[in-house]
């Protein structure tokens, strides 16, 4: 199994950053996208921004100027740089990586238990 954990998350005021960090750990998978999923109050979870082996991202419109993906190169760690914060980003930011068996096309995805990010005054 692949296992994901996040960290970075905290209080910050409105306007402020954050950096989110994901650590990917395993063995038999490659990791083929990683991206962050956010779940804000009274709403489904929800896409914040995704990044493919190919270098492919994805953004939600909500975020697109703000936050910023990133990989290392070995795509076992993916960080989520978020600026100019708003209070309606405050919610727990997810991990996510989409991963295939190294022998076979067996596909699975792995969830990290996520980082509260807290936008108050």
């Known amino acids: 199994q692949v296992q994901l954990v996040e960290s970075g998350g905290g209080l910050v005021h409105p306007g402020g950053s954050l950096r989110l960090s994901c650590a990917a750990s395993?063995?038999?998978?490659?990791?083929?996208?990683m991206g962050w999923y956010r779940q804000p109050p009274g709403s489904q979870r929800e896409l914040v921004a995704s990044m493919s082996t190919e270098g492919t991202t994805n953004y939600a419109d909500s975020v697109k100027g703000r936050l910023t993906i990133s990989k290392s190169d070995a795509m076992n760690m993916v960080f989520l740089q978020m600026n100019s914060l708003r209070r309606k980003d405050t919610t727990v930011y997810f991990c996510?990586?989409?991963?295939?068996?190294?022998?076979?096309?067996?596909?699975?995805?792995?969830w990290g238990q996520g980082t509260k990010v807290t936008i108050s005054s």
């Open positions: 996510h990586a989409a991963c295939r068996r190294n022998s076979g096309s067996v596909e699975s995805d792995f």
């Open positions: 395993g063995s038999l998978w490659t990791i083929s996208a």
